[in-house]
Every structure is written in structure tokens, then in C-alpha cells.
């Protein structure tokens, strides 16, 4: 199993970032996909998840600014970050299970006030 975040940055308060997942090694298109998030200090929170089919879920602490989304085609996972606040700063990463692991590389998303 492979996966490979990418998209984020710095960005203010209240602008958008655009999360990407790239998944290799195993059937993606059957699998719920998760997005995570780490901020410094802090454990694992689960922030979105989506099925094989395109049910969504969602954190409170997200819903209504962030969107997820999937291509089977490309077996990647989106996540469209909108609307963001300080406390979204964390390490974002990607994974195929509840648990969080296996997870591949993060990527930094830090929101400046």
C-alpha cells in the first residue's frame, strides 16, 4: 500500500487549499478512503471520509468548509479545504482504514491569522 498526499501550504485565514491522495497497491475503488489530520501536540483526528461508492462523512470540526472527493479512475482522494481557520494548521495524511494506519507521507498545511 502506497499513499501520497500533496496541496498544502501556507494560506490565510479564510482562503482555500486543495488537497490531493494518491493511493497505490491495493483495490482503491472498493475501499473507504480517510483523511487525518495531526496538529503539533496533538494525536490523530479524523476529519472526512468517503466510501468506494461516495458517501461522505464528515468532523464537526469541518463541516460545511471542507468537501471530499475521489476519482477511481486515477485512485486519488481529494480533499477541497475552504474557509480556513487557524486551528486547521496540522500534517494532513490519507488513509485506507478507521484506524489511521497504514498512512503514507503527510503534507503541511499552516493557516496564518
Known amino acids: 500500500v502506497q499513499l501520497q498526499a500533496s496541496g498544502g501550504g501556507l494560506v490565510q485565514a479564510g482562503g482555500s487549499l486543495r488537497l490531493s491522495c494518491a493511493a497505490s497497491g491495493f483495490t482503491f475503488s472498493r475501499d473507504w478512503m480517510y483523511w487525518f489530520r495531526q496538529a503539533p501536540g496533538l494525536g490523530l483526528e479524523r476529519v472526512s471520509w468517503i466510501s468506494g461508492s461516495g458517501s461522505t462523512v464528515y468532523a464537526d470540526s469541518v463541516k460545511g468548509r471542507f468537501t471530499i472527493s475521489r476519482d477511481n479512475g486515477k485512485n486519488t482522494v481529494y480533499l477541497q479545504m475552504n474557509r480556513v481557520k487557524p486551528e486547521d494548521t496540522a500534517v494532513y495524511y490519507c488513509?485506507?482504514?478507521?484506524?489511521?494506519?497504514?498512512r503514507g507521507q503527510g503534507t503541511q498545511v499552516t493557516v496564518s491569522s
Open positions: 488513509s485506507r482504514d478507521w484506524s489511521g494506519f497504514p
